[in-house]
């Protein structure tokens, strides 16, 4: 009887997606806090090593290797294109940007200390920045991004404050816009008993490279 084993293919979108992820997590990291201005859009990874409580797991696996991202995001260039196959330049200066958004949400709380948030950051043609991110997501399931929603949101404007306020700054209150938004039933209290169990759960990957498989 003959095996049907699929070829592998380095040029597979999805291989070549994991490639740029494995990229970012090979880069060096920076205080959140104090980055150098850049130009370009890409992908991104934000890591915790505080002592909030509740983030005890990741945080004690951020201390001496970054290795459990609290949160995975993109910031992709203003007008990036919807589809096609030719490479942009990085211009601009989302990705810069976007991580110093991040920075100031962390310094509008008073259960945070931005010297405990470092991150890794990858300037990329933004074709593969929506896979790259993806990829980081599924792989990582960063607390940020499963559990706690919310940390990169914007202020939705005046008018628009209807919504429900985001389980993150339930948790991290201090943003001013989100004071605004409708009270949440749960607590702080309650969402970090939640968080507590789900990082006690969580399987944390114990290498960065990635196994896509094929189709």
């Avoid at 040029?11 to 990229?23: C, F, H, I, Q, Y």
């Avoid at 933004?126 to 919310?150: K, M, Q, T």
């Avoid at 939705?156 to 991290?172: A, E, F, I, T």
Wanted: proline share 7%; hydrophobic share 35%.
């Amino acid at each position: 009887m003959t095996s049907n084993i699929i070829p592998f293919n380095p040029l597979d979108k999805k291989n070549l997606g994991a490639s740029v992820a494995e990229a970012m997590l090979a880069g060096k990291t920076h205080p959140l806090g104090d980055l150098p201005e850049f130009k370009g859009a890409g992908i991104y990874a934000i890591y915790y090593s505080g002592d909030f409580s509740p983030y005890r797991e990741i945080a004690k696996r951020n201390r001496d290797s970054k290795s459990a991202p609290i949160y995975v995001g993109k910031a992709v260039p203003a007008g990036a294109r919807k589809g096609g196959s030719t490479f942009s330049a990085a211009v601009g200066k989302s990705l810069f940007k976007r991580l110093s958004e991040h920075a100031e949400s962390v310094r509008s709380v008073s259960n945070l200390n931005i010297e405990d948030f470092s991150c890794r950051f990858l300037v990329v043609d933004d074709i593969w920045i929506p896979l790259g991110e993806s990829l980081l997501i599924a792989r990582y399931s960063p607390v940020w991004n499963s559990f706690v929603d919310g940390f990169g949101n914007h202020d939705p404007g005046s008018g628009r404050y209807n919504g429900m306020r985001p389980r993150w700054d339930v948790l991290h209150p201090g943003r001013g816009w989100a004071a605004k938004c409708k009270e949440r039933p749960e607590s702080p209290e309650d969402i970090a008993g939640d968080v507590i169990t789900y990082l006690q759960n969580a399987t944390f990957p114990t290498s960065d490279r990635f196994i896509v498989s094929e189709d």
